[in-house]
Each structure stands twice: as structure tokens, then as C-alpha cells.
């Protein structure tokens, strides 16, 4: 059945996208983390999936819609920041400060 | 058999998804990421979820990566540059932070799902047997769901509009 | 049970409601035609004469019925709250037909004078209104039928008097004079709303019926709850009547117009106390004590205001003194259980005191003009600038002098008897307690002082040579007939008011007597039966007629009104004469010891240190300076990194994890 191990890999792969989100700078690769998270998020639902019924792949297949609407949406800001700012580090965004 | 099929990918993905996060160029980021995808795509496949898997290949693996890879060429970030990567403190910030998230996802699994709500063991593989890898979701999808599906039509829709206003110079 | 009530009896509503209706068309006018003189002076006068006339039917309807319990006319429910209940309800009964007949009767005479006497004010409308107003109140006070309904009269002819005391508020002196009176009139008010919740709390009630049938059984005699409100009570009325220690108010309430001193602060609104103490007498004789303070204040008010007044040189504080003076003889009256003498002397007060005010007021009148005509500045109710005033106004002189030898109590004028029956009744209730004898002992001295000033009064205003100016006295001349009109219908009440209620010794006596039984037959009980020997009362007439033969033929033998010089070349008062002349006093003495200190505690302790300080400081400003480091710290948590903002949500979704999967 393998649900505990699924779950703890889940688990160890929404954390390492956490991790890539505080670790990294480059706005882009902090997307991919997030999409890392997704999916960690995704193998949760699969995995329950096989015990609770079908309802958890629906989800799934909702939350890969939404994922590439974001990544799309997402991306295109990237662009548009970028033909401004001629970066994508974060740290150089700060005019939201208090 | 299947247990061998799901460590070796499990282990893959969790290697792929650390590589990816600490690659100093995207371009490898981005190619590590897909390897992670490839790998939960089979662990779909090892979980029953067939078709779900055929989706992350064609959705994620495929359409999204391509288009994080488009960016980045578009960009030019492909190589050279600082790394983006914090100092010492924000590793340790970033590494303590992650451990401590897996200790407490782990603690939450011993939140079980209610009994009467658990179907019997196999049932999901027996369904997949019975419709097909598809089947087992379209019946949920199309009768339960059919609203939210469609109103997924609309979201993508306004991404597409919302990406093209954002991303093209001049309107 | 309640008796019926008569047909005429009803008609009450429509005296109340005209000074209301006066009141309500002359502050229109005020704002709207200032200059209408005429349509003001015939609503404003008009309406008290139609309630007089409106009045004198109620008390035939009164007299008719001659009702053992008084009439109680309701009209609505005023304040139905659980086991309170209050109705807006009048009590018509022998002793509230007098003081209707009283407030009308002299306030309708008043109106009339005022016409004459404020026709050329500016603000002649606004006086209307104001004295309208007064008039309402104080039948609203009169006529209420339980303690709140009284108590909004009581606060009203407060108000009023507030308002004309300070009617000329363009000078400060004035404003303030208002002032002192509201604030003096609060401090009483504040005993009469103890005295009403002590009473509410004993007896669940407060309406007047109610309280006095329960109140035999309810108190003991002589109890402390008693005992406590009847001196609550009694705060009121020194508040209102201008007794020691609230009296200073009164003297500085001249500052108003000469007709609003003649009818609120002389004939009226300040014997409400002495009303009061007679209405609630069943209250009051169940508390000896509280009785015994009355009158021991009354008798020491009269002593002491009479020798104040015997060096003042200002004509209406002279009758200002005098009218404190008098209402501590009516307060010693009902303080000896004396309640009908009380509102006799009340009554006969009422007509002569008025008659002495508004006589004044032709006086000020007189030389204000004179003055005005020459353009000197002088004081006009000075009476060292007066002097030889008989051969210029001899109406008024002639009526002064009948008011005089009234309040000197020289008989057979009305003074005479009211005076006279209160000093006996307090000499009768010497066989008692020798305390008694006392008060009467000061009563007379007071007596022959009252004779004295008034004499000298008179002597410096109207005898002698004239001190006020060679071309000014061109100028003097008697008021106009719808001034001393009304001061011959006073003058003939202060002649004859005195059979009203004549010593039982004479024929035809004791006629308020009987007709004020039933209000005081249930307070007589608890008082020895008073009885005096046809000797001793003749002795005490006797007595009383030498005492102010005694006052007057002295102030004749030892005043001269040609020695006296006019107000600004008179030398400076020394000695004793210079006490009297400052009023002991008294007011800078309150100032020191009240005043001073309360504007002290309120300037270093309320004001600097609670409000500035603590409410201000600590309060307002700490509380938005508490918000301001808040805010701070928001603002370094608001770093516009991103890093920060991931780094802070992680670390809270942790500790909601946590605490989630505890």
C-alpha cells in the first residue's frame, strides 16, 4: 500500500522546497521550487487517493490547472519585471518597505 | 517488486528535487526538476494513479518546463552571474527551517482519516481494472465536479489574457 | 378616599399653562419683533391677570368643597419605572390655593410694574418671557402633587432667577451675581434629591399623599432616617431661601432688575422653602430635632441679617438683608411648629416686601433718569444720593412708609400680626424646652432692628435735604400711574392683610387658621397643644407693639439725614460699623475657605495633575504612543524583502502546525 513511505517522501519534498524558497534569490528558481511543492502537495493526494476514493486525483488534476495558470500568469510577470529592473533577484525589490 | 520500484524513484526524486534547489545556474535547476517530476510521475503510476501520472509527464514535465526553460533563455540567465544562493546564515536558516517542517509534516500523518470513510484495501487498483486509468476519475470528474471543471476552462483563460497583457511590450 | 374634584378646581391646568403660553409668545416675540413693546407687555401682564382671575376661581371651588384630603388632579403618567411611579399630577388644597392666590396675585401686580419700569429695555420681550417663565415654574412648584413634579419647579424658578439675575449680562458683575446664585441654589438642590431618595427608600413613593399617610407609621419619632431627611430637606431650603450658610447669594441677586427682586427674591421663589417645610410639616414634626434646627437657623438668619443690614447704603440690599431677615422669621414659624404663622407671615411678606421693592425700583427709576438726563455717572440706588424724596414722589413715599410700619410691625399693619404670631407661638413652646425662649429672645432683637434700619432707610431716602445733584433735582418726578397703580393695591394688602389671621384675643381670629387645618391638623399631633392665656398674649402685643416703636424712635432720635453726605464724598466706615458695612465678611471668608482652596485642588490636582497629567498624558498620549512603537515595530517587520516575508510565514506556519497537531 505504501502510504506511510509516500507520505513521508512527500513530506521530505515539500521541505526541500521550502528550503529552496529561503535559500535562493533568483525568482525564478524559487517558482520551481514552489512547483516542487505542488507537486510534494500532489503525491499527498494521490496517495490518500488509493484509500479514500477517487476525489484526491480529481485534485489533483485541479491543482495542475491552477499550477499552469500560475506558472503562466507567474512568468510573464517575471518578464515584465525583468524589462524594468534587468533582474529577477529579489533582494532588489524592496519598495514595499514599511 | 513494487517496493523496489518505489524506493529507487522516491530516492531519485528527493535527490533530484535537492539538486535542483542548489544548483547555482536555473538551467540546471530547471532540467533537475523535471528529473524530480519524471520520478513523482512514477510514483503516480506505482500509487494507481495511471492516468494522473500521464498528466504530470504531459502537463508539468513537458508543458510547464518548457516554459521555465523559455523564460530563462528569454532572460538570459542561463549561465555566469553571481550565484543566487544566501550566505552561511541563510542556508542554516533555510536548512533549519526544512528540518523542522518534515519532523512536523510527519507528525501530522498520525491524524488517520476516519474509519467508515476508508475503502477496502486494493479497491482503487480494482477500479483502475474495471473503467481503465481514466475511468476512475471521469465518473468523479464529469458528475461531482463538472462545474469546477469547467470553470477551469475560464481560469485558464484569463491566465492566457493575463500572461500575454503582462508579458507583450506594447498592446 | 379622594374627594371629587369641583368643576372650578379643574380649571388649575389653565393657570399653569397660561404663564406657558406667555412665556412661549413672548421668547417668539423676543427673537422675532423685539420692538413690539405693546404686544408684549399685554401678553406678558395679560396672562397673569387671566391667571390670577383663573386662580381666585379655584379658590372659590376650594372654599366651597372645603375638602378634608386635597384635590389631586392627574394628568398623565410622567415616570412609571418598576416600583416607581410618578405622575404628573396637581394637589389643590387650603395651603396650595394660598400660594397660588400669593404668586398670582402679586405677580400679576408685578407684571403691571414692569411695564412701566423695563419699557425702555432693549431686551424688554426677553424680560417677559423670562418672568412668564418664572411665573410657570413657580406655580409647577406650588402646585405639584408629589416631591419630583415640585422638584422641576424648584430647579425652574432656579433657572429663571439665574437668567434675570444676570439679565444685563453685558457686565460681568452681573453674569456673576447669576452665577453665585445657581451654584449657591445647587448646593440646596443637592440636599432636596437626598432628602427625595432617602424618602423613596423608606416609603416607596414619593407622591405627597402617600408619603404623609405612610410617614406615622413608617418613622419613629425623633428616628435618624427621619431626622436626616427633614435636614436634606432643610439643605434645600437654605439653598432656595437664602438662610445661613447659603444666604450670600441673595444680597448679590440684586444685580437683577428692581421688579424680578420684588417677585422672585422677595415675595416668591425664596419662601418655597417656607412652603416647603409647610407642606411636608407631617415630615417634619416627626423630627423634633431637624424642627429645632429650622427655627434655631431661622431665628439666628433674622438676627444676623438684620444687623448687616442696619450699614449698608445700597436701598435694594438694604431690602435684600431684610428679606433674608424675614424669611428666617417665617423659617423660626414653621420651625416651632408654627406652620400656619409661617404662611401667614409668608403672605403679609409677600405684600409689603413687594411693595418695598417696587417702591425702590420707582426710586432707582426716579434718579436713573435723572442722572441719565444730566449725564453723570453716579450710583442711582445709593440712598446717600438720595434724600428729600417726599417732595418729588410723594406716592411713593407715602406707600413706602405703609410697608415700612408693616415690616416694623407696628399694628394694626399686616406685619404686626404675622410677626407677632410667630414670636408667641415660639414663647409659647417655652414652657417646653427654655431653648425656646431664646429664639424668641432673638426674635425681638431682631424685631427692634428691623424697625431700625427700615427707619433709617426711610429717613436717609426720603427726609431731609436732597444729596442728589442741583441740576438732577429738576429732574426727579413720581413714576407713571401703571407704576404706582399696583403699589396702591400693595399698599392696601400690607395694611390689611393682617386680618387674615388675627390673635385669638380679638374678634373674628385665627381665620387662616382654620382655614389651613386640614393640611396642618395631621402634623398638630405630634406637637404639645399650645395654649396661651389671654394675658400673657396681650402682654406679647403689648411687647411687640413697643419693640418696634422702640426700633423706629430710635433710628428717629439718632439719625440725622442732614449730617449724611452723598456716596462720593462719604468718609470711609471704622470700627464695628465698618464689620457691618462688609457683611462680617462672610463671602471673603468663603472665598478663603472654599472657593479658594476648591479652585486650587481643581487647578493643581484636577487640572494639572489628573486631566493634563494622568488623563492626558499617561491616557491619550501614552495610548497613541503605545500605538506609535507598535507601529514602529510593524515598520521594521515591513522590510519589502520577500526573504523576510517567506522566512516569517514559514516560521509561523510552523508554530500553527505545532500547535494544530499538539
Known sequence: MLLGPALAVSAILFSIGVGGVLLRRNAIVIFMSVELMLNAVNLTFVALSQQLGPQGQVIVFFVMAVAAAEAAVGLAIMLAIFRHRETVDIEAFSVLRG | MTEVVFWSFSGAAIVAAFLCVTRRSPVAAALWLIVTLFSIAALFVVLDAQFIAALQVLVYAGAIMVLFLFVIMLLNLGRGGPSDLRGAWGKLVAAGLGAVLVVELWAVRAVAPADHLQLPPGAMARMSEERGPVGVITDALFREYLIPFEITSMLLLAAIVGAVVLAKRRL | ?662
Open chain 3, 1 to 662: 378616599m379622594m374627594p371629587e374634584v369641583p368643576a372650578s378646581v379643574s380649571l388649575v391646568w389653565l393657570v399653569v399653562l397660561l404663564p406657558l403660553l406667555g412665556f412661549l409668545a413672548n421668547g417668539t416675540l423676543s427673537f422675532a419683533r423685539p420692538t413690539a413693546t405693546r404686544a408684549v407687555s399685554a401678553v406678558g401682564a395679560g396672562v397673569l391677570v387671566a391667571a390670577f382671575v383663573v386662580a381666585v376661581a379655584v379658590a372659590v371651588g376650594v372654599a366651597r368643597g372645603a375638602p378634608e384630603e386635597p384635590y389631586v388632579v392627574t394628568y398623565w403618567s410622567w415616570m412609571p419605572a418598576g416600583e416607581l411611579s410618578v405622575d404628573l399630577a396637581f394637589q389643590v388644597d387650603q395651603l396650595s390655593t394660598v400660594m397660588l392666590l400669593v404668586v398670582t396675585g402679586v405677580g400679576a401686580l408685578i407684571h403691571l410694574f414692569s411695564i412701566g419700569y423695563m419699557g425702555a429695555d432693549p431686551g424688554y420681550a426677553r424680560y417677559f418671557s423670562y418672568l412668564n417663565l418664572f411665573v410657570f415654574f413657580m406655580l409647577l412648584l406650588v402646585l405639584g402633587a408629589s416631591f419630583p413634579v415640585m422638584f422641576v419647579g424648584w430647579e425652574g424658578v432656579g433657572l429663571c432667577s439665574y437668567l434675570l439675575i444676570g439679565f444685563w449680562f453685558e457686565d460681568k458683575v452681573n453674569a456673576d451675581a447669576g452665577k453665585k446664585a445657581f451654584i449657591m441654589n445647587r448646593i440646596g438642590d443637592a440636599g432636596f434629591l437626598v432628602a427625595m431618595f432617602l424618602i423613596f427608600q423608606a416609603t416607596g413613593s414619593l407622591s405627597f399623599q402617600e408619603v404623609f399617610r405612610q410617614a406615622p407609621a413608617t418613622f419613629e419619632v425623633g428616628g435618624t432616617t427621619i431626622t436626616l431627611i427633614t435636614l436634606a430637606l432643610f439643605l434645600g431650603c437654605t439653598g432656595k431661601s437664602a438662610q445661613i450658610p447659603l444666604y450670600t447669594w441673595l444680597p448679590d441677586a440684586m444685580a437683577g432688575p428692581t421688579p424680578v427682586s420684588a417677585l422672585i427674591h422677595a415675595a416668591t421663589m425664596v419662601t418655597a422653602g417656607v412652603y416647603l417645610v409647610a407642606r411636608t410639616n407631617v415630615l417634619f414634626a416627626l423630627a423634633p430635632v431637624s424642627s429645632l434646627v429650622v427655627a434655631a437657623v431661622g431665628a439666628v438668619t433674622a438676627l444676623f441679617a438684620a444687623t448687616i443690614a442696619l450699614k449698608q447704603w445700597d436701598i435694594k440690599r438694604i431690602l435684600a438683608y431684610s428679606t433674608v431677615s424675614q424669611l428666617g422669621y417665617m423659617f423660626l414659624g414653621v420651625g416651632v411648629g408654627a406652620w400656619t404663622s409661617g404662611i401667614f407671615h409668608l403672605a403679609t411678606h409677600a405684600f409689603f416686601k413687594a411693595l418695598l421693592f417696587l417702591g425702590s425700583g420707582s426710586v432707582i427709576h426716579a434718579l436713573h433718569h435723572a442722572y441719565h438726563a444730566t449725564h453723570r455717572h453716579e450710583d442711582a440706588q445709593d440712598v446717600r444720593n438720595m434724600g428729600g424724596l417726599q417732595r418729588h414722589m410723594p406716592w411713593t413715599a407715602a406707600l413706602m412708609w405703609v410697608a415700612t410700619l408693616a415690616i416694623a410691625g407696628v399694628p394694626p399693619f399686616s406685619g404686626f400680626f404675622s410677626k407677632d404670631e410667630i414670636l408667641s407661638r415660639a414663647f409659647t413652646r417655652g414652657h417646653e424646652a427654655p431653648v425656646f425662649y431664646v429664639l424668641w429672645a432673638i426674635g425681638v432683637a431682631a424685631a427692634v432692628l428691623t424697625a431700625f434700619y427700615m427707619t433709617r432707610m426711610m429717613l436717609y431716602t426720603f427726609h431731609g435735604p436732597n444729596r442728589t445733584g442741583d441740576k438732577e433735582r429738576e429732574h426727579l418726578h413720581e413714576a407713571p400711574w401703571i407704576m404706582t397703580g399696583p403699589l396702591v393695591v400693595l399698599g392696601v394688602g400690607a395694611v390689611a392683610g393682617g386680618v387674615l389671621n388675627l390673635p385669638h384675643i380679638l374678634p373674628a381670629a385665627g381665620w387662616l387658621d382654620m382655614w389651613l387645618e386640614p393640611v396642618t391638623e395631621t402634623g398638630a399631633l405630634f406637637l404639645p397643644e399650645l395654649h396661651l392665656e389671654a394675658g400673657t398674649e396681650w402682654r406679647l402685643l403689648l411687647g411687640a407693639t413697643v419693640v418696634a416703636a422702640l426700633g423706629i424712635g430710635t433710628a428717629w432720635r439718632l439719625l440725622d439725614p442732614a449730617a449724611l453726605r452723598p456716596a462720593a464724598e462719604a468718609p470711609a466706615e471704622l470700627g464695628f460699623a465698618r464689620v457691618l458695612a462688609r457683611k462680617y465678611y462672610v463671602d471673603e471668608i468663603y472665598d478663603a475657605l472654599i472657593v479658594r482652596p476648591f479652585v486650587w485642588l481643581s487647578d493643581r490636582v484636577l487640572w494639572k495633575a489628573a486631566d493634563a497629567f494622568v488623563i492626558d498624558g499617561v491616557g491619550v498620549n501614552g495610548a497613541a504612543q503605545v500605538a506609535r512603537f507598535a507601529g514602529w515595530v510593524g515598520t521594521r517587520l515591513q522590510t519589502g524583502h520577500v526573504g523576510t516575508y517567506v522566512g516569517l510565514f514559514v516560521l509561523g506556519t510552523l508554530a500553527l502546525l505545532r500547535v494544530l497537531t499538539r
